[in-house]
């Protein structure tokens, strides 16, 4: 039987652009060229390998976002996932990460799964939360924060490295999975792979087609609101002394000064 | 007075330092109640009720240890059931916003993770956010059920606060979803006696400069010297020099230390990322024209194996 994945990415603001905050205080994503996420790399990867070792698998590639957000699913349909499905609808601007979530809970469902893999955070809003509100909202078991992962049988088991242990963890399939950059380096997508992306399907699905009330989504249905967001005053410039011999002497003398010794 | 739920982050009872900030938060907003899980819970009451919890909330079971996430969630949800707080605070860490998140959906409530700080506003608290790469401040608020949030370490000062912190045990039935991720195996990682990266007041890092997982002695000492966590750049991770856990940066972890001290780091945005909202900032690099230089307070331009070892000894000799 085949494995159905659907990989959840995210198009996000370039991090070595300038990032902002539009009037509205939502992300700016105008002002700054978009890319997939770095961290969902990792997840197609993952998808791609755990699809090799399967006897049959489907990978569809998922987002939620506008027009631009095709070429994330652009990049990982390069890369060799299959199909690609993508959620946009005006009334989706400004969808916090419980919105957002609700959509990518209806559209995995709609598409239909065995495994849906994530990324560990997006490499915009860093929250690192999206994956275990999708498991919930599935009602899967989430096995997030992979480095390593494996699927046999129809069992998933992978090991999470935690900040005090390193955990080796299992759970029956549909299961919802999530790794860390260290899970294995992203492969670049091939000349071939890029030609044949073009021809692969993209489904485009609205908030009716998810049978979403308008009002659940967007800057009005989210259930956190941003009152404010200030740029930074750059650093005023600091000391920067050529070392000529005493420099580790004048750091001590720095650092005493400001009571860290 | 309100209630406010906290989650206790705690190793067999010993309560670890980010839950003892989230006390001195809660108190801004009301009166803290505690809730701690798992083996030791019960153990953690005396530290919690001196920093401010009126009431420590316990529950011991064996599915916190043997399955991922959820039964704690089904212990969170029992708890603001039967407490019915202002809000819930939960440290940031991997674990903590993951049984954060789970419990905001499930109380359909708006979540905020990584505050930096936090107050009490005319619509319910306001949290402090860092956002892309701390570049902004942000100021949030939930506009929907018991505000959620996740506090970053080191956004508050520990402050004793005497309260009666009176036991108490939570009943807790657990969800058919609680079995769903088996925990197989747990393997503890090995303690440095360093202090934890993402909570120690000082952090010493070292990068590509540092030339070699052999060198790495040096930023140990200097880190040693200090009483300070060690940090990696992610170009020392990837080369095999550093274990990952201990990366900082935008795929690793973020910090934000009273003093970050970056040797061989050139500051590339990924590495800024996670570290950028340290209160004093350091570097020794030799390339005068790193990025990281942009953000000192104070850099010495020169060679990390001059410096660092003539830092290390000065700060032991002045310790005496």
């Known amino acids: ?261 | 007075m309100a209630e406010v739920l906290v989650y206790v982050d705690h190793v067999d009872g010993a309560v670890r330092k980010p839950t003892l900030e989230l006390l001195t938060l809660a108190r801004r907003l009301g009166d803290p109640v505690a809730l701690a899980l798992g083996a030791g819970a019960e153990n953690t009451a005396a530290v919690l009720a001196e920093h401010g919890a009126v009431k420590v909330l316990t529950s011991d079971a064996p599915e916190y240890a043997e399955y991922l996430v959820v039964p704690k969630v089904d212990a969170l949800q029992a708890a603001h059931q039967a407490v019915s707080p202002v809000a819930v605070l939960v440290p940031s860490s991997a674990e903590g916003k993951e049984i954060a998140a789970r419990l905001a959906v499930r109380i359909e409530s708006g979540i905020i993770t990584d505050a930096v700080d936090l107050e009490a506003g005319d619509e319910g608290p306001v949290a402090t956010q860092a956002a892309f790469a701390a570049s902004f401040t942000t100021k949030s608020r939930i506009t929907k059920g018991t505000p959620v949030i996740t506090v970053k370490p080191n956004s508050a000062p520990v402050e004793a606060s005497p309260a009666a912190g009176a036991v108490e045990a939570l009943a807790v039935s657990f969800s058919d979803a609680a079995s769903g991720t088996k925990v197989l195996s747990r393997t503890p990682r090995e303690s440095t006696g360093r202090p934890e990266l993402t909570e120690a007041a000082i952090v010493v890092s070292g990068g590509r400069g540092v030339n070699g997982a052999e060198n790495f002695h040096l930023i140990e000492a200097l880190a040693d010297s200090l009483g300070a966590a060690v940090g990696a750049s992610r170009a020392a991770v990837d080369a095999g020099w550093y274990p990952h856990s201990n990366q900082v940066g935008q795929t690793g972890k973020s910090v934000s230390p009273q003093l970050y001290i970056a040797n061989g780091i050139s500051g590339a945005i990924q590495h800024r990322a996670g570290m950028q909202t340290s209160k004093t900032i350091v570097a020794v690099n030799k390339d005068a024209e790193a990025p990281i230089f942009d953000l000192v307070d104070y850099g010495i331009v020169g060679d990390l194996f001059q410096v660092v070892p003539q830092l290390t000894d000065e700060v032991n000799t002045r310790k005496g």
Do not use: N
Not at chain 1, 10 to 24: E, I, L, N, S, W
Not at chain 1, 98 to 115: N, R
Not at chain 1, 178 to 202: H, L, N
Not at chain 1, 224 to 232: K, Y
């Open chain 1, 1 to 261: 039987m085949s494995l159905r994945i659907v990989v959840c990415v995210k198009y996000v603001p370039d991090a070595t652009g300038d990032r902002h905050f539009a009037d509205d205080l939502t992300v700016d994503r105008d002002d700054v060229d978009g890319l997939l996420s770095e961290l969902d790399e990792y997840a197609v990867e993952q998808a791609l390998q755990i699809a090799d070792e399967a006897d049959d698998a489907e990978i569809t590639v998922l987002t939620v976002g506008g027009e631009d957000a095709k070429d994330a699913l652009r990049k990982a349909l390069s890369m060799g996932a299959d199909k690609a499905v993508h959620v946009e609808d005006d009334d989706l601007h400004g969808s916090d990460v419980m919105a957002t979530s609700l959509v990518l809970a209806k559209a995995v469902e709609k598409t239909g799964y065995d495994l849906v893999i994530c990324g560990m955070a997006s490499t915009d809003g860093t929250m690192g939360v999206l994956p275990a509100i999708l498991a919930e909202r599935l009602g899967v078991p989430q096995v997030t924060l992979l480095s390593e992962v494996k699927v046999e049988d129809g069992v998933v088991t992978g090991r999470r490295d935690g900040d005090s242990a390193s955990e080796q963890l299992q759970a029956s399939l549909p299961a919802l999975v999530s790794v860390t950059d260290q899970s294995g380096e992203a492969r670049y997508p091939s000349f071939k792979g890029i030609m044949a992306a073009k021809k692969k399907p993209v489904e485009s699905l609205d908030l009716e087609d998810l049978d979403i009330d308008a009002e659940l989504v967007g800057l009005a249905g989210s259930w956190s609101a941003v009152d404010s967001a200030t740029q930074r005053p750059a650093r005023t410039a600091g000391t920067i002394v050529k070392d000529e011999g005493e420099g580790g002497k004048q750091l001590a003398e720095f650092l005493a000064s400001q009571k860290f010794i």
